[in-house]
T-cell receptor, first 116, second 114 residues
Framework: DADVTQTPRNRITKTGKRIMLECSQT?????MYWYRQDPGLGLRLIYY???????NKGEISDGYSVSRQAQAKFSLSLESAIPNQTALYFC???????????????FGPGTRLTVL | DQQVKQNSPSLSVQEGRISILNCDYT??????FLWYKKYPAEGPTFLIS?????DKNEDGRFTVFLNKSAKHLSLHIVPSQPGDSAVYFC?????????????FGGGTRVLVKP
């Protein structure tokens, strides 16, 4: 079973609609992240969370909001979707410890979102 | 302004030969660097990393070299295999950066021809 799961895997929606993308993890990690991937731009951080009561903006948070309902769940919402939010969205987790690999993040399979 | 850049969007190499992927960064606070590999319809997976206190790290067929003075790192894959065909992302992090944030490059698509 996958350690980090995302639903839905694909979504097509219309401009102005509210969309929620869900992420769940079984790794027991405290830290969770949302990224979007656009061609040639790599992955850019939208929001991240250290624990249930912690929410932090990333470099491109405008137009997005998040909710950390539990340690294992982190959802991303587009309040009013627009076409330039068409992208591949990834959720990731990390344990945030002091081990050598503390920077390593583990990614879900991604959600392909198309906004028409 | 991208702090991590992969200037080659694609690379084609013959099976058995060496693949060399390059990555440049501008932020001198970066002290830990990672390479991720991504297949279509899957999320990125961690491949190899290097701390700024080292200039080389090797793991099987994969070696990462770091040149801090040039703010440049490279990933060598030797010998290249068809299963190495994927998109490779370089990422960087600064110790103590809030959330252990990673800054990614734009990716290099590698095609290994049989």
């Amino acid at each position: 079973d996958a350690d980090v799961t995302q639903t839905p895997r694909n979504r097509i929606t219309k401009t102005g609609k509210r969309i929620m993308l869900e992420c769940s993890q079984t790794k027991g990690h405290d830290r969770m992240y949302w990224y979007r991937q656009d061609p040639g731009l790599g992955l850019r951080l939208i929001y991240y969370s250290f624990d249930v009561k912690d929410i932090n903006k990333g470099e491109i948070s405008d137009g997005y909001s998040v909710s950390r309902q539990a340690q294992a769940k982190f959802s991303l919402s587009l309040e009013s979707a627009i076409p330039n939010q068409t992208a591949l969205y990834f959720c990731a987790t990390s344990d945030g410890g002091l081990a050598v690999s503390y920077n390593e993040q583990f990614f879900g399979p991604g959600t392909r979102l198309t906004v028409l | 302004d991208q702090q991590v850049k992969q200037n080659s969007p694609s690379l084609s190499v013959q099976e058995g030969r060496i693949s060399i992927l390059n990555c440049d960064y501008t932020n001198s606070m970066f002290d830990y660097f990672l390479w991720y590999k991504k297949y279509p319809a899957e999320g990125p997976t961690f491949l190899i990393s290097i701390s700024s206190i080292k200039d080389k790290n090797e793991d099987g067929r994969f070696t990462v070299f770091l040149n801090k003075s040039a703010k440049h790192l490279s990933l060598h894959i030797v010998p290249s295999q068809p299963g190495d065909s994927a998109v490779y992302f370089c990422a960087a992090s600064a110790f103590g950066a809030a959330g252990n944030k990673l800054t990614f490059g734009g990716g290099t698509r590698v095609l290994v021809k049989p």
